[in-house]
């Protein structure tokens, strides 16, 4: 069962009219729909009229819409927001002493311009944040600290942690993902400066999450990682990595893919235009580490052709640095 729009956004009183539920046979054949009923995962989110389909958003949030027919559920996402909604496109930042970021967000009005936005964190040692541009500037590293953003009557509240690593343990990063999939994940952090097969070294960061469910977002560059710069991510296709090429020991371009192994899968390989800054590379004992941010577009394996699947993830991170001379193992 195919829903279509997979996502779909709305603001809260607003109303939709129903998705169009399409059945699709063994052999990808459209066949009649039969007795079709629709229902919401989250009423307090939005609710729909079990016969016809129709929409109405309730509070702010996302929540799945369902719909089953012919024995079998296709789903789609719908994201309400408020009519003056203010978003933390990072919720949680990672930094070295001696960066700087600016706080990224997303303001949305149906009545008109947004208002400006403006930050506040309490005055602490670690960092300055500027109230106006929202510009962090890291000192000293230390426990997590608040901040909120303000846009006239709503307000976001997030958080910055300073960290200075003293050996190649400890890495932390976070990332955001939106689209068909709202995701937002706190991650130990790795990095690697690893021997490609037959050539000189390349460089991977990885944020995996183990057991029960199994998450991992990697970032696998071209060459290694001695210096801070920015540095392109490619696209990288289903061919390529499902295929016979090995694109982690002999990748011939930079590349980053996200998963997320649940009952049903998702996979998601980047589209080209991507970028990661490594803003840092510090001495450590046993090794180096590593400050920067990302920003890719990951396509879904199962959406590759269709552009509800593009999955903007973007992420801050502080890791360690290793080298590994052995050979590569895929």
Same mark, same amino acid.
């Given at each position: 069962?195919?829903?279509?729009p997979?996502?779909?956004t ?8 129903p ?21 919401s995962?989250?009423?307090? %989110? ?9 929409? *109405? #958003?309730? +509070?702010p ?14 789903? $789609?996402?719908?994201? %309400?927001?408020?009519t ?8 949680? /930042? ?9 706080? &990224? ?8 311009? &947004?208002p400006?936005v ?30 909120? #953003? ?8 997030g958080?910055i ?8 343990? !400890?890495?932390? *990063?976070?990332?955001?993902?939106? *689209? ?11 990095? %690697?400066?690893?021997?490609?097969? !037959?050539?000189?070294?390349? =460089? ?27 540095? $392109? /991510?490619?696209?990288?296709? /289903?061919?390529?990595?499902? !295929? ?6 002999? &990748?011939?371009?930079?590349?980053a #893919? ?10 998601g390989?980047?589209r080209r =235009?991507?970028?990661?800054?490594i ?7 046993? +090794? ?6 990302f920003t ?12 509800? *699947? ?16 052995? &050979?590569?193992?895929?």
């Amino acid at each position: 069962m195919h829903v279509d729009p997979i996502l779909d956004t709305l603001f809260v009183g607003r109303t939709a009219d129903p998705r169009t539920a399409t059945y699709l046979d063994a052999a990808g054949d459209t066949q009649p729909v039969t007795q079709l009923r629709w229902y919401s995962d989250n009423a307090s %989110v939005f609710t729909v009229d079990s016969v016809s389909g129709a929409i *109405g #958003a309730v +509070g702010p949030g996302s929540a799945v819409l369902r719909a089953r027919a012919n024995g079998v559920t296709g789903s $789609a996402l719908i994201v %309400v927001t408020r009519t003056l909604d203010l978003a933390l496109l990072l919720d949680t /930042i990672y930094l070295m002493p001696g960066d700087t970021f600016r706080i &990224p967000v997303a303001v949305r009005d149906t009545d008109g311009v &947004p208002p400006p936005v403006w930050f506040f964190a309490p005055t602490n040692a670690l960092f300055d944040l500027d109230s106006a541009s929202g510009l962090i500037t890291a000192a000293a590293a230390g426990a997590p600290v608040a901040f909120t #953003a303000y846009a006239d009557t709503v307000t976001a509240s997030g958080s910055i942690e300073v960290v200075q690593l003293t050996d190649t343990v !400890g890495g932390k *990063g976070y990332f955001t993902i939106f *689209g068909t999939v709202i995701r937002r994940a706190k991650r130990t952090a790795r990095a %690697v400066n690893y021997r490609r097969d !037959g050539d000189t070294a390349t =460089f991977r960061l990885a944020l995996p999450l183990g057991s029960p469910v199994v998450e991992n977002l990697v970032i696998t560059l071209r060459d290694s990682v001695a210096a801070p710069g920015t540095l $392109a /991510i490619d696209s990288i296709s /289903i061919a390529e990595a499902f !295929g016979s090429a090995d694109f982690i020991c002999r &990748p011939t371009r930079s590349w980053a #893919a996200w998963s997320l192994e649940t009952a049903a899968p998702i996979y998601g390989l980047s589209r080209r =235009f991507g970028t990661i800054a490594i803003t840092q590379v510090d001495t450590l004992t046993n +090794g180096l580490a590593v400050s920067g941010r990302f920003t890719f577009t990951a396509q879904r394996v199962d959406l590759y052709d269709d552009p509800l *699947g593009a999955l903007p993830i973007l992420g801050t991170f502080v890791a360690p640095l290793t080298a590994d001379p052995r &050979p590569c193992r895929s």
